[in-house]
């Protein structure tokens, strides 16, 4: 599968943004979707994901001000984040998973830079 991730962009504490990305492909089936970030100097970390059947996840520091979510008719992966703070800076990356394919699939990341 081919993910577009996009929304990202500078952002001052305690604003808000969202990220999407947008899924195509010959089937666009999963079993899990996520987001993760990736700060300067850090490894790649989960923020959120979202089953096929709606169960989600979030870390600790998502909790309560991110929000993930899946719109069957557009394909398309969502992260809303709210109350942004600037750990939250770094880069976002969608995350495609189906095991019955053997697919981990990552999109090519969209930057979040959380400064005043």
């Known amino acids: 599968v081919q993910l577009q991730a996009s929304g990202g962009g500078l952002v001052q504490p305690g604003g808000s943004l969202r990220l999407s990305c947008a899924v195509s492909?010959?089937?666009?089936?999963?079993?899990?979707m996520g987001w993760y970030r990736q700060a300067p100097g850090k490894e790649r970390e989960m923020v959120a994901i979202?089953?096929?059947?709606?169960?989600?996840m979030y870390a600790d520091s998502a909790k309560g001000r991110f929000t993930i979510s899946w719109d069957n008719a557009r394909n398309t992966l969502y992260l809303q984040m709210k109350n942004l703070k600037i750990e939250d800076t770094g880069a976002y990356y969608c995350?495609?998973?189906?095991?019955?394919?053997?697919?981990?699939?990552w999109g090519k990341g969209t930057l979040v830079t959380v400064s005043s």
């Open positions: 995350n495609f998973r189906s095991y019955d394919r053997g697919l981990n699939d």
């Open positions: 492909g010959s089937s666009v089936s999963f079993n899990i």
């Open positions: 979202i089953s096929n059947v709606g169960s989600t």
